[in-house]
Every structure is written in C-alpha cells, then in structure tokens.
C-alpha cells in the first residue's frame, strides 16, 4: 500500500482546560466547522471566523423574481391588449416598495 504524502506534514499541540474545549466545540459548531484542525488553523492563522446569514439576500432574490415574473406577465397583456392597467402598475410598485423596506433593513442592521 502507497503512503500517504501529508500537504501539512508538520504538526502543533497545545492544551486547554475542560471549560476551554468545550468553548472551542460551541464556537465550531457556530461557525459550521465539523473538523476540529481545520476551525483552529483557520482561527490561529486568520484570527477569526465569519460565517454569514444569507437569509435575508436569498429573500431580496426571491422577492427579484417576482417581481420579474410579474412584470413578464403585465408585459404579454399589454403586447396582446396595448393596454396599461394601473391596478398592474400598482403591483409593481408595491412589490418594488417591499423590496426597497427590505434591502434598508439590511442596510441597518450591518451599519
């Protein structure tokens, strides 16, 4: 059987107290870590760990498509009618309002 050749083949021990390991293991599982050498080299060479909420821009894009969906959906109507509805202009501005409360909600909370 072939040996293995380590891409880090030099290695680091320290010691930490019961309190301090299970620090480390609640700040892992914060981060979404799952291997233990892989959340201490990344802590000790970068000094920190971010690990980041997309929920909110997942939300902007859905809200995005819906948007476009309906502008599509107004856009065939007026091509087949060559008619503008102001209740289809309402929509969009209301959708484009929501999105707009959305994206300034973001906006404060990483200010």
């Known amino acids: 059987m072939a040996q293995k050749i380590l891409t880090r ?15 480390l293991r609640r700040r892992m599982a914060e981060a ?9 080299r990344k802590m000790a060479l970068n000094g920190m760990i971010l690990n980041v ?14 948007i476009g ?5 107004i856009a065939k109507r007026v091509n087949s009618t060559s008619n503008i509805y102001s209740d289809d202009i309402a ?20 200010l």
């Open 9 to 23: 083949p030099l290695q680091i021990k320290f010691y930490v107290t019961e309190t301090e390991k299970e620090i």
């Open 53 to 66: 909420d997309y929920s909110q821009i997942n939300d902007v894009c859905d809200k995005l498509g819906r």
């Open 91 to 110: 929509e969009i501005k209301k959708k484009q309002a929501e999105l707009f409360d959305l994206l300034n909600s973001m906006e404060s909370k990483l």
């Open 69 to 73: 969906v309906n502008i599509n959906q």
């Open 32 to 40: 979404g870590t799952k291997r233990q050498s892989d959340f201490l």
